[in-house]
C-alpha cells in the first residue's frame, strides 16, 4: 500500500474527529489524530473511561489494528466482558498475546485462524467499514459491555 | 384539526451530520426513516444494513414516526453500524 495513498485516506477518514457535534453526542474525545494512530476515549455515566487505539498503517489494504488502553495510555489487562455473545476475546490473540476485539473491520479479528476465511475483502468497501464506522462499532460493543 | 406537530432534528454520523447545521423541522408523523434516507443520500451513505438509531442512547424504530417513538421537541439521531458478529461466549 502507498504511504501517501494510505495517508490521504486516514486523513480524509478522520474528518469527523473534528464534528464537535458528533464528540459531544457520542462523548468521545479525540486524544489523537495523526497517521497512522487514531486515538479516541470514550465516555459514559457509571464507567471509567477507555481510550481506543486504532493502528491504521497500511490503510486500507489492511483494516486497523485495535488495541484498548487506560487513560494513562496503559493497555488494559482484559477486556470488558460483554453478555452471552461477546465480541471482546480475553484470550491471548497469537501475534499479539493480548486480548482482542473479534469483530469484522478489526486486523486481529481477520488474522485470526478462527476468521482467516473471512477476508477483509469482503468489507472494505462497505459503508459502515470506514474508519468512523470501525470505530462506531467498537464504541457500540463498549456501551454493551460492563 | 389540531395543529400538525413538528420536531427539530438532526443526524449524526462519522461521515457528518445532516443538515451540516442546525435541524430539519419535520411533521412529528413522519417516520424516522424518511429523514434517515436523505441524510444517507446528502453524506453519500451507500449501504446501511445492521445500521441501528439512537436518541439520547435509545434505540429508536426508524420504521416509526417520532410521535410513536416518543419523540418531541428538538434532539440528535445518531446513526450508525452495531457492533457486528465475531465474539467469544461469556458465560
Known sequence: MNRDLSEALFKDQTKFCSDTTLLL????RVVSASYPSLEVEFFADGRFPIRVKLLCDEWDELPPSIDLLDQNDVPLPRFPQGQGHSV???????????????IPGVREYHEHSSHIGDSWDNYKSKSGYDLGGILT?????????? | MGKEQFVEVAVVTTSGTY???????????????????KA?????????????????????????????????G?????WGPRQGGGGAINE
Open chain 1, 88 to 102: 471482546f476475546n480475553n484470550s491471548a490473540h497469537p501475534r499479539t498475546q493480548r486480548p482482542f476485539l473479534c
Open chain 2, 19 to 37: 443538515p451540516t447545521s442546525g435541524y430539519n423541522n419535520i411533521p412529528a408523523h413522519q417516520k424516522v426513516r424518511i429523514d434517515l434516507e
Open chain 1, 137 to 146: 462499532r467498537v464504541w457500540s460493543a463498549w456501551k454493551n459491555s460492563q
Open chain 2, 40 to 72: 444517507d443520500n446528502e453524506l453519500k451513505i451507500t449501504s446501511i444494513d445492521g445500521w441501528v438509531a439512537q436518541v439520547g442512547g435509545r434505540q429508536i424504530d426508524i420504521d416509526k414516526s417520532y410521535l410513536d417513538n416518543g419523540l418531541s
Open chain 2, 74 to 78: 428538538q434532539f440528535f439521531i445518531d
Open chain 1, 25 to 28: 453526542v457520542r462523548s468521545w
